[in-house]
């Protein structure tokens, strides 16, 4: 049986730990989706040094480990005397990394709207980003809000990598108290459950939002 006061005991150093969990993975979130967003208009872009920048930056950041990515923040930016807390460095990797991701599923959701959706919009006299603002953009995220949802509870999973550079979330919290009680079974388990209280509304939102939109609830 787990020992429970292992959990009542530390109750407050794991709180501490899950609001910056939540925290880092609502920033990394909205900035994910923002840059992930951009990358993949250039992607689909007429401009080719567009074009060619959101290629870029999808195959190389999407095919290194997230680690490597933090790595580039946290050891990088102090060589040019840039020093972050492992927190920022941590969520700004997180966010970098997603957003490769993110792009790719806006970008095949970009690609699954009828081109005369887009020939419509143009010849009424709209601009290519205001078409994509008002006509593509809005069909291309309700397309992609399975993978978008996959993503972004992978995103919150993925946070636990902050703990690692002493980012002060959750798991490095749980680090803290396996570290001091030795009761490493116990700690793991309600830092394991802390995780599913994030992830699992998450799944259930994205599966409604989803049933929404395709009209079936």
């Known amino acids: 049986m787990p020992d429970i006061s ?11 730990g899950f609001g910056n969990t939540v925290a880092a993975s609502v920033i990394a979130l909205l900035g ?9 208009v250039f992607r689909i872009s007429s401009v080719k040094p567009l074009r060619w920048a959101g290629t870029a930056y999808v195959e190389f950041i999407r095919n290194i480990p997230l680690l490597l990515v933090i790595f580039v923040f946290y050891y990088g930016l102090p060589s040019i005397g840039i ?13 970098v990394y997603t957003a490769s991701f993110v792009a790719e599923a806006i970008r095949a959701g970009i ?9 419509a919009a143009r010849a009424s006299g709209l601009s290519y980003t205001g078409t994509m603002r008002h006509v593509v953009l809005p069909q291309a995220i309700k397309i992609v809000i399975p993978p978008l949802s996959n993503q ?9 990598i902050l703990g690692v550079f002493a980012g002060f979330d959750l798991m490095y919290y749980g680090d803290q108290v396996a570290g001091k009680t030795y009761a490493t079974f116990d700690t793991y388990l309600f ?12 799944s259930y ?13």
């Open 6 to 16: 292992i959990w009542t005991d530390y109750f407050g150093i794991y709180m501490k």
């Open 152 to 160: 972004f509870i992978n995103l919150v999973k993925n946070s636990s």
């Open 111 to 119: 690609m699954s709207v009828p081109a005369g959706q887009t020939e």
């Open 32 to 40: 994910s989706f923002a840059i992930g967003t951009i990358i993949a």
């Open 191 to 202: 830092v394991a459950l802390l995780y599913l209280v994030l992830t699992l509304p998450l």
């Open 83 to 95: 020093t972050l807390s492992g927190f920022i460095c941590g969520t700004i990797g997180l966010m």
């Open 205 to 217: 939102a994205a599966l409604r939002l989803e049933r929404r939109l395709a009209g079936n609830g």
